[in-house]
């Protein structure tokens, strides 16, 4: 976000237009209908008889944007004049979800926005079907982003997210003979009305080279970093509003660009790809969202993005949004750059390179300052995850900050040794560098010793972070370690996703309930009523309807009526146990088709996943592969109609899932104890009055402990069960002779039942079940099915379901991302909301 200072505001800080308020149109629906008309006729260019479709939501969606830009400005003006402490938030993804309708309730137009597209012979549903979702997320940490940028608008509190405006995102997915093929997610084809291009405020990126020393003006010797090439990084704002409270703030987003992106003189010479191959070569880098690293080559393109994006971040915010003459020692007072993950964290060099390089700070000040100025957030307990970067690659890429990790390093393993003397084992173990298996900066303990808080994302992954993943760091900096449970924005994923559930808690208890979700206690005796009920469970009938309709258009699928919604949509990766749902179907269709149980006796149930595999995630996309194949044969076998469905729409997101999660009976969240950092899709669940079905893993733990044991199903080892049978030494295959139940299953998909009779597709799965099983996919198979049979005897109580399925959406206010930004506030970033 570009202050309004002489140097970068296009009219001068002091021009009296730059200071003049900014009107929006007149909130009516015949000034709405002449603000769309307007945008129609003059930005569009075209009159509304001879509109297209894409036309008519473009000056549509321009003109609620139209009535929430004279607050963003001057909500700009503001928070620059006011210069108060903001949060930067710096993640390398946010999973926004469509924007219409969210700037829609954020700004309490949408009845005079209908009442107004009526007035023009326009159904709003029609333009909401022209909507395309911005493809800058992938999963839970870029919908987490997403939720925490709406809180911090709603609670008014000065922030800017930073991150890549991706022209492709993650990947559209499609199945082909059940695989999954990536396809580009061409969200920007046709341009987005929701965002703002700032070409004149881009910032030059350097690259590669390498540095020197130099004598300065005062006679210190300084560093000097002397860059082979640069990029270009192209500012896109989009807004970001407060709901119902007039705040809009912004999210920054970077698109690459060659500096010089085209040489006439090559061109002329007949060699045309030569003469682009400086734009393509900058492009790459904010084409897709996580390129596959699997090459040295695209290691060297995720590490191009995260560097490119935080430069571009660190210094717009040192530039643009410090008012003239800024101490810079007093930078702590006036920023946290909060650190999403590890993908950011090599702003932590940038920061030391800034000050110490350009702005002339001594070392030991510009560490002071760096060390206030930075939070890090871990999301996860994989150690596979926690991101290292190789010395040879940083050094060839980014070879001033690679001195700078030095540097930091041996300051920081000098103060070890003072504290605890010269045990190797112990500096080796905290040491930034890794030496094996190759020399790299482990960027997540980069983070720790930089940052000012470290924070796990629920009570047991925090513990777990403190006690096993970082417990030298833990011990050495006590109370820097701290714990901030996730939450999701009741705006999105009640309010805006669940209407008819949102209706009925207001006409219960009132509309605060969307900016203070504590109060859906205030249900609990409404779970007593049986008009309440009856009507609760005539809001899950009809978000079940609303759902088919949407499958039935979008993939060809149908829900059959009178089926426990069975819903486990997440990230594929083997930790999050896809594979341990599809062995439970197997085990259900095998039982019926073998006849030791009767069809009649099944509990019917559909079965929807929703996951999509990273694209060198082999085992994962066999995984897909699997679902799908056992999907087409159960869903095609007569013997089981009416029972048992497997459906997996491809190309699940957040508009798929504002239909999916309100319609949801039961939720699949039963990764291995331990592995999983929190979850989010397990509160949106829950809230929106499904069940879960769970081990005591990440949030789990949380959500059993507020709805009670009686409305969870819990299942599964304990984390300490876990690491104790892998001490004692896990053998699968011993439990897969033990079970006859998980025996029947996994011989069935071995013989080529699913496959055409081709054992070979799927035994690398049933081998690795069998011999490897690294997340005890057969240890937890008994218990599963075990609570599974709970469910379906609860389900059979359909009164009683309900009353359950009221009390999780009535004890589950604590899940808010409201709540979640208070604790980091008093946590960790201290900072007050401000008007």
């Known amino acids: 976000m570009t202050g309004p200072t002489s140097a970068h505001h296009p009219l001068g800080a002091t021009h009296p237009l730059a200071l003049a308020p900014v009107t929006g149109p007149a909130s009516s629906v015949d000034g709405f209908v002449r603000q769309f008309l307007r945008n129609l006729n003059y930005e569009r260019g ?15 969606a321009m003109t609620v944007r139209d009535y929430l830009m004279a607050r963003w400005l001057e909500d700009q003006r503001r928070q620059y004049e006011l210069q108060a402490k903001s949060v930067v938030y710096l993640s390398a993804e946010y999973l926004l979800g469509p924007q219409l309708d969210n700037n829609l309730l954020a700004s309490g137009l949408t009845d005079i926005a209908t009442e107004a597209m009526a007035a023009c012979g326009i159904d709003i549903n029609d333009l909401r079907t022209q909507e395309i979702e911005p493809g800058l997320g992938n999963g839970g940490l870029g919908r987490l982003a997403a939720c ?39 969200w920007l084809e046709l341009g987005s009305p929701w965002e703002f291009p700032h070409p004149e405020a881009s910032r030059t990126i350097p690259f590669g080279g390498h540095t020197e020393k130099y004598i300065d003006d005062d006679g210190a010797e300084r560093t000097r970093w002397v860059p082979a090439w640069n990029v270009q990084a192209v500012p896109f704002n989009y807004m970001v509003p407060g709901y119902l409270n007039g705040r809009v703030n912004t999210l920054r987003l970077w698109s690459a660009k060659a500096t010089n992106s085209f040489d006439l003189r090559v061109f002329n010479s007949g060699d045309y790809e030569e003469a682009v191959r400086a734009q393509t070569f900058a492009e790459n880098i904010s084409k897709v969202l996580y390129p596959e690293d699997s090459t040295p080559q695209g290691k060297e393109l995720r590490l191009q993005q995260q560097y490119f994006f935080v430069a571009a971040s660190i210094g717009d915010f040192l530039d ?61 307990l994989l150690p596979e995850a926690l991101e290292v970067w190789s010395v040879d690659l940083l050094g060839r890429l980014l070879p001033r900050h690679l001195e700078i990790i030095y540097r930091i390093n041996d300051e920081f393993l000098a103060a070890v040794r003072e504290r605890f003397g010269d045990d190797e084992m112990r500096i080796r173990n905290m040491s930034i560098i890794a030496e094996f298996p190759e020399r790299s900066v482990r960027m997540a303990y980069l983070a720790t010793v930089a940052g000012s808080k470290v924070n796990g994302v629920a009570e047991l992954h925090s513990q777990l972070l403190r006690d096993k993943v970082l417990p030298d760091f833990n011990e050495f900096y006590p109370g820097k370690f701290t714990n901030v449970t996730n939450g999701v924005t009741p705006r999105r994923f009640l309010r805006l996703a669940n209407p008819g559930l949102s209706a009925l808690i207001s006409a219960a208890i009132g509309t605060g309930w969307v900016t203070d979700l504590d109060r859906l206690r205030e249900l609990e005796t409404y779970a007593e009523d049986p008009v309440f009920r009856a009507a609760f469970a005539e809001v899950k ?32 990766h083997e930790y999050k146990r896809q594979m341990l749902k599809l062995l439970h179907v197997v085990t259900q269709y095998e039982s019926i088709v073998s006849g030791r149980v009767a069809a009649s006796d099944v509990q019917p149930r559909t079965v929807i996943f929703g996951a999509k595999a990273a694209p060198g995630y082999v085992m994962a996309k066999r995984i897909i592969h699997l679902i799908n194949a056992v999907g087409s044969v159960v869903n095609a076998d007569p013997r089981v109609e009416g029972r048992l469905k497997v459906l997996f729409p491809p190309n699940y997101n957040v508009t798929l899932a504002e239909r999916l999660i309100p319609a949801a009976d039961l939720s699949e969240q039963i990764s291995l104890a331990g592995k999983e950092a929190s979850g989010t899709g397990n509160m949106k669940f829950a809230l929106n009055g499904a069940l879960t079905i769970g081990t005591d893993d990440g949030a789990n733990v949380e959500i059993r402990q507020l709805v009670g044991d009686d409305n969870f199903f819990l ?57 490897d099983d690294r997340f005890m996919v057969l240890a937890d198979y008994s218990s599963y099915v075990a609570a599974q049979e709970r469910v379906d005897a609860a389900y059979a109580d359909q009164d009683a379901w309900t009353h359950a399925a009221i009390l999780n959406v009535a004890r589950c206010g604590f899940f808010s991302s409201d709540r979640a930004i208070r604790d980091y506030i008093d946590r960790i970033w201290h900072t007050p909301p401000t008007r």
């Open 320 to 380: 643009n949004m410090l008012s003239d003459g800024f101490d810079l020692s007093a930078l702590p007072d006036r920023v946290i750059f909060q650190l999403n993950d590890t993908h950011p964290v090599i702003g932590v060099p940038e920061l030391m390179r800034v000050l110490v390089d350009e702005r002339g700070l001594e070392w030991d000040a510009a560490w002071q300052i760096t060390q206030k100025c930075f939070a890090y957030t871990c999301h996860t």
């Open 148 to 186: 925490f940028i709406d809180s911090l608008a709603t609670m008014s509190v000065p922030n800017t997210g930073y991150g890549i405006r991706y022209e492709y995102g993650i990947f559209r997915q499609t199945f082909v003979d059940g695989q999954q093929v990536e396809q580009p997610d061409s």
């Open 541 to 572: 009938a009809s978000n079940k309807r609303r759902l088919g309709d949407v499958l039935r258009v979008r993939d060809g699928m149908e829900i059959s009526d009178g089926h426990m919604l069975d819903v486990m949509v997440k990230r594929l």
């Open 715 to 771: 299942f599964g080892m304990s984390e300490p069960e876990v690491e104790d049978l892998w001490a004692r030494g896990y053998k699968p295959a011993e439990f897969y002779q033990n079970d006859d139940n998980l025996r029947h299953a996994i011989d069935l998909i071995a013989s080529g039942a699913f496959s055409g009779g081709d054992r070979s597709v799927f035994e690398p799965i049933v081998s690795n079940l069998l011999y």
């Open 46 to 60: 075209v009159p509304l008889s001879g509109s297209s479709d894409n036309d008519r939501y473009f000056a549509f």
